[in-house]
C-alpha cells in the first residue's frame, strides 16, 4: 500500500512521518514520534486515554486516522508543562488532588481537561463530570480528578481553591 | 486494533465525492466523523477498499435558517449543533438530544449526516427527524433529490441511499413558537446507545394537547413514528388514562431486539415509559 506523507505540528513542533492510510492518529503519534505519553486503552473509542487537542478539539486519537491530522496542530501530554519546564495548573492539580493513582488514564483526562478549561474557564462539578464522561478512570472513582481540575480552574482563574467539605 | 488496508481519497467537491463514490461502487465508503466505521474498521467488521473522506469538501457545513426551515450540512458535527443559537432557538429538541449521543470527544468529530445516514436503528437522530419531519438532500451521478426522514429507513443499515449517492443536507421546519419538546432517553451509562427513547414535539391550546408527533429510537430495526400513540393524547389534557393509552399504542409497534440492553418485554415497558416522560416534560415545555 502505498504511503502518504504527512506534515503537522505537534507540541509547537513541525514533524512529518510517511505513514499508510489505515494507520491511526495514535500510532502515529506513539511509533513514529516515539511520544508514548499519549496511552492507547480500549481502542474502541469508549475510554479517552488516547485523547489528544487538534485544532480546539478533544479527539479520541485510535479513531482517527493519522492522513486526516495531516496539516493540524496538536496538543499531548507531552506538550503540557509550561515553557519553562514547570507544571501546568492541570498537571499541579492532578498531584496536589492526588487526581491519579495507576496514571494510566491520566494524559487523556488532562488534554480532555485542558479543552474543557478552554470552553469553559469556570466549570460547575456537574460540568465538569459531564466534561470528562468519555474518559474512563478505574482506580480514582472520580472524586480526585474533579478536584484535581477545579484546582487547575482556580490557579488559572486566579482564585483561591477551597475544595469542597465532603 | 489495525483497520484492514484500504486507499484514501480526499475530495473537495461534492461532485467529486458523488464521482469517486459511483466509480468505486460498492468497494468505497464514504467517510464523515468515522465514530461509527472507524471502530468497525478495527474490529475488522468493515474492510472497505476505499474510503472517501468528506472532510475536505466544501459546503458541506453549516447550519443556516432560511425561511421556516433550518439546513444542517451534512458534516456538521454534534459538538457545532450544541455551540449554534440558531439551533438552541429553534430547535432545542435537537440540542437536547445531541446532549446526550456518546460523549464530548465523540461529538467533536461525529456528524448529522453520519449519525442520520448510517441507517443504525441505535442513532438517535433519525427518529427525532422523522418527529420533526426533517428531509435529506441526497445528491447522486444522475442528480439530487430530496427524500422525507421517514420514507429513508428501510431496515438495519439499509436506507433510501442508491449506490453513488451521498447525503449532504438535512431540512428541518421549524416547530411553532412556544411549542413544548422532549427527548427521553434511557441508557446504561454516557456513551452507550438507547435501551429506549422517545422524541416528542407538541403543541397546545386552552390546556390541551392541539397537535403532537412522537418517534421511537432503537426499538424496532428502523427508527419509528408512534401516530397512533400521539393520536390518543390529541385533544387530552395528558391525564393518566390518556398516558397509559399512548403508551399502550407505542409499544404496540415495538419490535426490539433482545440483546445486552434487556429482554425485549422489558424494552418494550421502558420504551412505553420513555414516551409517557417525553410527553410529560414537552406538556410542561409547551406555552
Known amino acids: 500500500m502505498a504511503k502518504t506523507h504527512v506534515t503537522m505540528k505537534v507540541n509547537g513542533a513541525e514533524v512529518e512521518g510517511l505513514v499508510e492510510p489505515r494507520t491511526l492518529l495514535v500510532h502515529f503519534i506513539r511509533e513514529n514520534l516515539q511520544m508514548t505519553g499519549t496511552h492507547i486503552g480500549c481502542e474502541t473509542t469508549h475510554c479517552g486515554a488516547c485523547t489528544v487537542d487538534i485544532d480546539g478539539m478533544s479527539v479520541k486519537s485510535c479513531t482517527m486516522f493519522a492522513v486526516q491530522a495531516n496539516g493540524s496542530e496538536i496538543t499531548t501530554v507531552e506538550g503540557m508543562a509550561n515553557a519553562d519546564g514547570t507544571l501546568s495548573p492541570l498537571q499541579e492539580g492532578f498531584r496536589m488532588m492526588h487526581g491519579l493513582q495507576c496514571g494510566f488514564c491520566t494524559p487523556g483526562m488532562i488534554l480532555r481537561a485542558h479543552r474543557l478549561l478552554k470552553e469553559n474557564p469556570s466549570p460547575t462539578e456537574a460540568e465538569i463530570r459531564m466534561g470528562i464522561s468519555g474518559n474512563i478512570c478505574r482506580c480514582t472513582g472520580y472524586q480526585n480528578i474533579v478536584k484535581a481540575i477545579q484546582y487547575a480552574a482556580a490557579k488559572i482563574n486566579g482564585v483561591e481553591f477551597k475544595e469542597a467539605a465532603e | ?287
Do not use: W
Not at chain 2, 35 to 55: E, F, G, I, N
Open chain 2, 1 to 287: 486494533m489495525i483497520p484492514g488496508a484500504f486507499e484514501y481519497h480526499r475530495p473537495a467537491t461534492v461532485a467529486d465525492a458523488v464521482k469517486l463514490l459511483a466509480d468505486l461502487g460498492d468497494e468505497a465508503r464514504p467517510l464523515a466523523g468515522g465514530h461509527s466505521l472507524v471502530p468497525m474498521m478495527k474490529l475488522r467488521l468493515a474492510t472497505p477498499a476505499h474510503l472517501v473522506d468528506l472532510h475536505g469538501v466544501a459546503g458541506l457545513k453549516g447550519i443556516r435558517r432560511d425561511g421556516n426551515v433550518i439546513v444542517i450540512g451534512a458534516m456538521t458535527t454534534q459538538h457545532e449543533l450544541l455551540a449554534s443559537e440558531d439551533i438552541s432557538a429553534a430547535l432545542p429538541i435537537l440540542h437536547e438530544t445531541a446532549l446526550l449521543i456518546a460523549d464530548p470527544q465523540v461529538r467533536y468529530r461525529g456528524t448529522i449526516g453520519g449519525n442520520v445516514a448510517n441507517g443504525d436503528p441505535g442513532n438517535d437522530m433519525p427518529a427525532l427527524m422523522m418527529t420533526l419531519g426533517a428531509s435529506y438532500r441526497l445528491e447522486g451521478p444522475s442528480g439530487a433529490r430530496d427524500v422525507a426522514a421517514d420514507e429513508f429507513y428501510q431496515g438495519a443499515y439499509f436506507t433510501a441511499l442508491e449506490p453513488g449517492e451521498l447525503l449532504t443536507a438535512i431540512t428541518v421546519p421549524i416547530p411553532p413558537p412556544g411549542h413544548g419538546y422532549a427527548y427521553e432517553k434511557l441508557k446504561r451509562k454516557v456513551g452507550d446507545y438507547a435501551t429506549a427513547a422517545a422524541a416528542v414535539v407538541l403543541t397546545t391550546a386552552g390546556g390541551k394537547v392541539a397537535t403532537c408527533a412522537i418517534g421511537l429510537t432503537n426499538l424496532h430495526e428502523t427508527p419509528l413514528v408512534a401516530a397512533d400513540a400521539a393520536k390518543a393524547v390529541i385533544g387530552t389534557t395528558l391525564d393518566a388514562a390518556s398516558l397509559k393509552k399512548a403508551a399502550a399504542a407505542a409499544a404496540a409497534i415495538m419490535s426490539p431486539a433482545a440483546d445486552a440492553r434487556g429482554p425485549v418485554e422489558y424494552r418494550k415497558h421502558v420504551g412505553g415509559i420513555m414516551v409517557t416522560r417525553a410527553l410529560q416534560r414537552a406538556a410542561a415545555r409547551a406555552k
